[in-house]
């Protein structure tokens, strides 16, 4: 069946260091994945895609990876700061947009 | 309004009432989706309109959930006889597929949702 994974455990990092998070897939062959924010009692707000023949987008702070042979994307968020303290999910472009459950980052002062 | 719109943002029922929940997308956004989200769970696809299409109905949990979408633009989504697990925050959002260098993409734009809970 068709599984897009995010870890369910929340990061927590301290101010100012890297934010990994991590977007394993099987069984989708997407034209592109994308990511998004989430902050409480809001619905989720777009920040970057990539293509399937990408390997790396920059934005700012933000950098995502693509890797369609490991079937999985990383998304870094570098020098982070506590206002970057909410829920990341990743979305597959498959038919339709397809969404993770999301990962909660904690970016402690 | 330039953005997705909700309503109403809170509704409180009794348990086998029905609600009636309204999206209305960004003008010209030809795609719409419903999610629901429960209390620290993830998006939860229910269904899905695309154009003049037949709806992708295939997240819809029970036959107590139903959608339409009017002319093309807002949307409502219909919980017939409520129960108590039906209580959630429910998400819209639209979105437009834009022809890019690379190919055309879809890019979520959604609401602030209607917060459901069911006594």
């Known amino acids: 069946s068709q599984k897009i994974e995010q870890n369910s455990e929340a990061l927590n990092i301290q101010e100012g260091k890297t934010a990994t998070l991590t977007c394993n897939y099987t069984?989708?062959?997407?034209?592109?994945l994308q990511w998004y924010r989430q902050d409480p009692g809001r619905g989720p707000v777009f920040l970057l895609l990539i293509r399937e023949n990408e390997k790396e987008k920059r934005k700012e702070r933000l950098k995502v990876t693509f890797d369609t042979t490991l079937k999985q994307s990383l998304f870094h968020i570098t020098a982070s700061q506590p206002a970057d303290s909410a829920t990341y999910l990743c979305a597959l472009y498959f038919q339709k947009l397809v969404f993770g459950t999301g990962t909660r980052l904690l970016v402690s002062p | 309004g330039a953005g997705v719109s909700q309503s109403p943002s809170n509704k409180v029922t009794e348990k086998g009432k029905d609600v009636e929940l309204r999206c209305d997308p960004i003008s010209g956004h030809t795609a719409l989706y419903w999610y629901r989200q429960s209390l620290g769970q993830g998006l939860e696809f229910l269904i899905y309109f695309q154009g003049n299409s037949a709806p992708d109905k295939s997240g819809l949990p029970s036959d107590r959930f139903s959608a339409e979408r009017t002319g093309g633009s807002v949307s409502t989504l219909t919980i017939q006889r409520t129960q108590q697990e039906d209580s959630a925050v429910y998400l819209c959002?639209?979105?437009?597929?834009?022809?890019?260098?690379?190919?055309?993409?879809?890019?979520?734009?959604f609401g602030p949702g209607t917060r459901l809970l069911v006594l």
């Open positions: 069984n989708y062959s997407p034209a592109y």
């Open positions: 959002a639209s979105s437009q597929r834009v022809g890019l260098a690379g190919g055309p993409v879809e890019t979520q734009y």
